[in-house]
């Protein structure tokens, strides 16, 4: 899984203590988060690892908002493979004298998890963390989403 996180350095991020959601338009949505179960879980993830920090969630005058954007795309690679071989012909046995060639292709989806820290005030992104990582199966798309949050999470708010 790769993790990153970025962050404005003149924001205060460390006097934060209550978060909201924000809610996305429906032009924004991707397919991923329309599926209620994956959307109810990637909330609850990320309900549970910022309460974990101290944060509290509030419904009015929120030090910050939270917001998520996913993607999942197929992704398509190939590996050529030259091989060297024996060989027997008439008789004999003969090393390096075949040569085959293999094509090894793999088929799989990934997933990219966006959590945006907005601050409420300024109205302005402070904080971003992306994970993406290859998925295989919804059972597992909850397994990464919960690994996702939690490293990305780890660095919210920045150690100055």
Known sequence: MQVHTDYQELANLAS????????????????????????????????QELQADGFQKVAADPDFYV???TSVERVITGATLDTWGYEYRRGRLRYGSVAVTDVD???YQQGTLI???VDAKANELVWRGTATDAIHGPRQATDKIDEAVHKMLAAFPPVS
């Not at 924004?28 to 990637?42: A, E, K, P, S």
């Open 16 to 47: 934060y203590t209550t978060f909201a959601w924000l809610e996305q338009p429906d032009q924004v949505r991707d397919h991923l988060t329309t599926l209620g179960q994956i959307n109810q879980h990637i909330e609850g993830t990320i309900e």
């Open 105 to 107: 292709v793999e088929s």
């Open 67 to 69: 917001v998520y954007h």
């Open 115 to 117: 959590i945006d820290i």
